[in-house]
């Protein structure tokens, strides 16, 4: 089972993200926003992060940048959604996703079978299972 990352300060957002990852049968956790996003990822790697961009704290963009430059992250594939920004100049195409709201959740579980049908990215284990 895969692990997904969701990171939202919209408590509503970031339930109905859950719901649509766990029902795809995958185990969530939970951020409302990048810095505690950074301290569970460092603390069990997930095998996506799907994050807002706009958030307080630290933002989606700010997210991305510190999982790029750490080498225990950098090869996780991060779906970043956003009402207004767009992609920093330093993204990385292959692992990172921009959509925009409002978005369908056929668009979410679309990207979740592209990040997650096929065995995890480099570096990144398999995560114990949660309760």
């Known amino acids: 089972m895969s692990y997904v990352l969701v990171v939202d300060d919209d408590g509503p957002v970031r339930e109905l993200l859950s719901l649509v ?5 995958h185990a969530v956790r939970q951020a409302s926003n990048g810095r505690e996003a950074l301290a569970l990822a ?4 997930p095998n996506l992060v799907i994050s807002d961009i706009m958030m307080p704290v630290m933002g989606g963009n700010e997210l991305l940048a510190a999982m790029r ?12 959604v956003s009402a207004g ?8 195409p292959e692992s990172t996703v921009y959509v925009r709201k ?18 995890p990215p480099s570096g990144v284990p398999q995560p114990a299972p949660s309760e």
Do not use: K, N, W, Y
């Open 69 to 80: 430059a750490d080498p225990h992250l950098r090869d996780i594939p991060v779906v970043l």
């Open 42 to 45: 460092r603390q069990e790697l």
């Open 102 to 119: 409002p978005f369908t959740l056929e668009i979410i579980e679309i990207l979740l079978r592209r990040f997650l049908a096929g065995p």
């Open 21 to 25: 990852v766990t029902e795809a049968g």
């Open 85 to 92: 920004a767009g992609p920093p100049a330093t993204s990385s």
